[in-house]
């Protein structure tokens, strides 16, 4: 590795970061359309959705947590395909910097951007009435959680934005992502589902994501969710990183 790569990667990390301050529509996005959609389900569709004694901010949350994920990573797909399309790339492999430096500054930059959106939807949340006893280290959890399920998107994400012939096949990979949630635990109870859907609903990543985050922030037992939910984020961060990596490789070489 190139022994200015920390370097390299932080200033082209600082690049991308300005790119999505000066981009309104990206923060629109990223942060109040979870905002929204938190809004309308509670007080227009709230009412009639049974979740038991816990009030539905309170179980809606974490859904709309990795939808606010989903969202943002279509955007780190897209400055790549912009930066691909633009030519920047080849530029900045004739100069003496870390050749991987450029494509993990992309990463950060979608890292760092995802985060501040995750903490302006929890503050929202408040607003409107979530609370929690969890301590300091289920809040860690969390916390750590969702930054996996990040950084495993944000590698998937990757893979469209350096192989796509078009802006929109670049973002469009998110739209399922996005979608995948509703058909989950993170709107309603798996009970509440027909049995084919449910059998999909009860295993797919989303779930256990959605049901290990809940537990933390209700204090209740983590069971085999927290596993689950860590091995879907590790192994889809895997298979992602290789396959990025191995495309990046063929796209410079």
Not at 193 to 205: D, I, K
Request: charged share 10%; proline share 4%.
């Amino acid at each position: 590795m190139n022994r200015h790569f920390l370097g390299d990667t932080a200033v082209l990390a600082g690049r991308s970061l300005r790119h999505v301050t000066r981009s309104v529509d990206t923060i629109i996005t990223t942060a109040i359309t979870p905002i929204a959609m938190l809004l309308l389900f509670v007080y227009v569709f709230g009412g009639a959705i049974d979740t038991g004694s816990e009030s539905y901010v309170n179980y809606l949350l974490p859904g709309i947590l990795l939808i606010t994920v989903a969202s943002g990573i279509a955007y780190t797909a897209f400055r790549l395909f912009t930066d691909m399309k633009s030519g920047i790339f080849e530029r900045f492999q004739s100069m003496p910097i870390a050749r991987s430096s450029v494509l993990w500054a992309h990463v950060l930059t979608s890292l760092v951007a995802n985060l501040i959106s995750l903490v302006v939807v929890v503050l929202a949340a408040l607003l409107m009435g979530f609370r929690s006893g969890a301590g300091v280290l289920a809040w860690l959890a969390v916390a750590g959680i969702l930054t996996l399920f990040t950084l495993a998107l944000t590698w998937l994400a990757v893979i469209p934005g350096l192989t796509a012939r078009t802006m929109e096949g670049a973002s469009a990979f998110s739209y399922p992502l996005i979608f995948l949630p509703f058909i989950s635990s993170a709107f309603v109870p798996t009970e509440t589902m027909p049995g084919p859907v449910r059998a999909f609903a009860e295993h797919q990543p989303v779930t256990s994501i959605v049901n290990a985050i809940r537990d933390l922030y209700t204090q209740q037992p983590v069971g085999t969710d927290v596993w689950v939910a860590l091995a879907w984020c590790v192994g889809i961060l895997v298979i992602a990183y290789v396959f990025a990596m191995n495309t990046y490789r063929r796209k410079i070489s």
